[in-house]
């Protein structure tokens, strides 16, 4: 129950780091381009990539402290991090298909789960 809690709490810090810096990057460059969805989710894979090394190749992180950055700060920050680990080690492992599936998978797949959302609630709620 402890380690729920704390992953809430880590999830909720991850949620307001990404609000912050979000909307200071979209009253900073201010336009029609999503740049503070760019900036969060390029942070959170850099975070990700510099936490995964310091957990695989040094040890130097422990599972816990693993769980907290990864799983509940990174994850409330952006799932986009975890999208961008997993590929990188896919193409890492030399799955360069898995990869591409991968890839095409979560950003083609997504825009049309998006479109699909859209039409059928358009058909649930507007008839």
């Known amino acids: 129950m402890l380690k729920l809690l704390v992953l809430s709490a880590?999830?909720?810090?991850?949620?307001?780091?990404?609000?912050?810096l979000a909307g200071l990057?979209?009253?900073?460059?201010?336009?029609?381009f999503?740049?503070?969805?760019?900036?969060?989710?390029?942070?959170g894979c850099l975070l990700i990539g510099?936490?995964?090394y310091l957990v695989r190749d040094l040890h130097a992180l422990r599972p816990e402290t693993r769980s907290f950055v990864v799983v509940g700060l990174l994850g409330?920050?952006?799932?986009?991090s975890a999208f961008g680990y997993e590929t990188f080690d896919l193409v890492r492992a030399g799955s360069y298909a898995l990869a591409g599936v991968n890839v095409a998978g979560n950003?083609?797949?997504?825009?049309?789960?998006?479109?699909?959302?859209?039409?059928?609630?358009r058909m649930l709620f507007h008839g």
Do not use: D, K, Q
């Open 34 to 43: 999503p740049v503070g969805t760019l900036i969060v989710n390029l942070v």
């Open 76 to 80: 409330g920050f952006t799932t986009f």
């Open 50 to 52: 510099a936490v995964m």
């Open 25 to 32: 990057a979209h009253r900073v460059f201010r336009g029609a």
């Open 107 to 121: 950003v083609v797949a997504g825009i049309a789960a998006v479109w699909l959302g859209s039409v059928a609630a």
């Open 10 to 20: 880590a999830g909720g810090i991850g949620t307001l780091a990404r609000y912050g």
